[in-house]
């Protein structure tokens, strides 16, 4: 009998983690990535939140199975992770907040709320009166470009736009590299927390009609803060290998600044600026994955 599972809280996890060029499977009772010559590199998949999987990436039914039940959520993605095909989702997601969320998107007064709540935490300060949620959009996209501009200055890199061709990597230019590199990671840890919490990365506030559209919604908020920064401090250095150097300080700045410990708080902020109560978990609603354990003490005591 195996002893029974002890998960790491998702706030206490290695951010995101990427894999390339090997085979993931469970040998041995362990996660391991398996190389073409047979070495195996272990990966201690139960304190990973996200795995991110690029080309050259085969994975075994017992490896999938083994990340559901630790949470770990696989996100099969492009060359540098500037595309993502498809995702795994973590146990323990229930309809009851995924109901709630499309709730609040489909009313247009809470969805504006939520938006203005959104710009708020973003940008600390209120956002102008009597906006439509298209022209706080217009108004965040011209704030956006200026930060870039500012951000590049400060850091003494040649700007002229974000753009860059995901079907052509190698013709962006260094900084626009970096920051692509930089928001996969971060799009990586969201979407994570977005799932572990139990809403769907697809219903979106600001962006609609993606597939992550509410992923990046949520990142956008942190985005400043935390990897575009980084991405800029980074291309002032032209690297060799620019995408490597941008996943390793981005994981750092994730572990400094406590991100995940604060991803989900700020989900439940604003959406509760919607102020539509939340739904009740049914009676017939799917217990979570790994649940704690019974002990002799009251709720509010932990062993």
């Known amino acids: ?113 939520v938006v203005r709540k959104m710009y708020a935490v973003r940008f600390k300060e209120e956002p102008p009166a009597k906006r439509s949620v298209d022209q706080l959009r217009g108004i965040e996209g011209v704030r956006v470009r200026k930060m870039y501009e500012l951000l590049a200055r400060q850091y003494g890199v040649p700007w002229k736009r974000r753009n860059y061709d995901h079907t052509r990597w190698e013709s962006g230019d260094i900084p626009n590299r970096c920051l692509s590199s930089a928001t996969a990671c971060l799009y990586g840890i969201t979407e994570a927390a977005i799932l572990a919490a139990g809403y769907a990365p697809a219903v979106g506030f600001i962006h609609t009609g993606k597939p992550q559209s509410f992923v990046y919604d949520i990142a956008d908020i942190f985005k400043f803060d935390t990897v575009v920064p980084v991405a800029f401090r980074i291309a002032a250095k032209k690297p060799y290998d620019p995408e490597r150097q941008v996943r390793i300080a981005c994981r750092d700045a994730f572990r400094q600044t406590k991100l995940l410990k604060r991803i989900i708080p700020v989900i439940e902020e604003v959406l509760s600026a919607g102020e539509i109560e939340p739904p009740k978990p049914h009676e017939e609603a799917v217990e979570i994955a790994i649940p704690n354990k019974e002990g002799i003490g009251d709720v509010g005591h932990r062993s």
């Open 1 to 113: 009998m195996l002893p029974p599972l002890k998960p790491v809280p998702i706030k206490d996890r290695v951010s995101v983690m990427f894999v390339e060029k090997g085979h993931l499977d469970v040998l041995d009772g362990a996660f391991v990535l398996v190389d073409k010559t047979g070495v195996r590199t272990h990966i201690p998949i139960g304190g990973v939140a996200c795995l991110m999987l690029e080309p050259g990436t085969r994975v075994s039914h017992a490896a999938a199975t083994l990340a559901s039940r630790v949470g770990c959520l696989l996100v099969w993605v492009g060359e540098a992770g500037v595309r993502l095909y498809s995702a795994g989702q973590p146990g323990g997601a229930r309809a009851d907040r995924l109901l709630y969320q499309a709730k609040l998107a489909l009313d247009d007064s809470a969805r504006l709320k």
